[in-house]
């Protein structure tokens, strides 16, 4: 898979390109990689051309030193596009990578055709949450961090019916590197997108887990009040719907794509 390095960074991305198709561009969760769009992958590149990376301090992608930022991410994905010659893609999003895809509807409009937010919020957590996940993936590594997120990103039944597909996510978690980690748990703790919300005028749509304990349904439902035109899609899963409900999952969001292609 291809490496294309852009500043001080080199993102680790696959590009499943068909010139007679439009582009959509994937982006993953905190302590994920592409992967996590496998479920999706096949399907959507049926009509899609497909663009998936894994952002800074993630998978194969290199680490610079941190703190980041959601800017500097959403940054990369332009300094991405544009070395691929990619003026306009359709951009879907998952927690933080729905928080990169806010930044982009808000700052750099020209290049998105529409947005798919998915399990993501334009504000998590307080300073005191995220210092904490900080100091205790510095202090006593990706291991322990692992509980605070995976164990609470699927539904009880999920975990004990699914488990192979829970250790196959985890695993990827406790293979990042803690620098990496406080690096982006600094670019959450640090990011505010409410006042940025009234500025998306892309065709959006908003997906939620009905179960999401990381992000309460209530908090991705002011992103369908604020984003003028937006539409909600609520799914019977906790944070990672893609994952845990990858069939309703991928029919909806295809749905609202195949609207506005």
């Known amino acids: 898979m291809p490496f294309l390095t852009t500043g001080e960074l080199t993102v680790h991305y696959q590009f499943d390109a068909a010139p007679e198709k439009p582009v959509l561009m994937l982006s993953n969760s905190l302590g994920t990689d592409f992967s996590m769009w496998d479920p999706q992958a096949a399907i959507f590149a049926e009509h899609f051309s497909l663009l998936r990376y894994d952002t800074r301090g993630h ?3 290199s680490a610079p030193p941190g703190p980041y930022s959601i800017e500097q991410m959403g940054r990369d994905v332009l300094a991405l596009l544009d070395e691929l010659k990619l003026s306009r893609v359709h951009f879907c999003g998952l927690s933080m990578g729905g928080m990169i895809g806010q930044w982009l509807g808000a700052h750099a409009q020209e290049r998105v055709h529409s947005l798919v937010l998915a399990d993501t919020a ?3 957590g307080d300073d005191d949450f995220w210092n904490d996940r900080i100091q205790t993936g510095l202090r006593r590594g990706m291991a322990a961090a692992v509980p605070f997120f995976v164990d609470g990103w699927f539904t009880e039944p999920f975990r004990k019916s699914s488990p192979d597909v829970v250790e196959r996510i985890a695993s990827v978690y406790r293979r990042m590197s803690p620098e990496a980690f406080a690096a982006c748990c600094a670019a959450l703790r640090d990011m505010d997108l409410r006042a940025d919300l ?11 887990g009905a179960h999401d304990m990381a992000i309460p349904p209530s908090e991705s439902l002011l992103l369908v009040e604020a984003i003028a035109g937006s539409q909600g899609l609520r799914l019977e899963s906790a944070h990672l719907s ?5 069939a309703a999952f991928t029919k909806g969001v295809l749905d609202f794509l195949l609207c506005h292609r």
Do not use: M, R
């Not at 009234?198 to 939620?208: F, R, W």
């Not at 893609?242 to 990858?246: D, F, K, T």
């Open 59 to 61: 998978g194969q992608s």
């Open 122 to 124: 334009a504000k998590v």
């Open 198 to 208: 009234a500025k998306i005028c892309a065709p959006t749509l908003v997906v939620y």
């Open 242 to 246: 893609n994952v845990e409900s990858p």
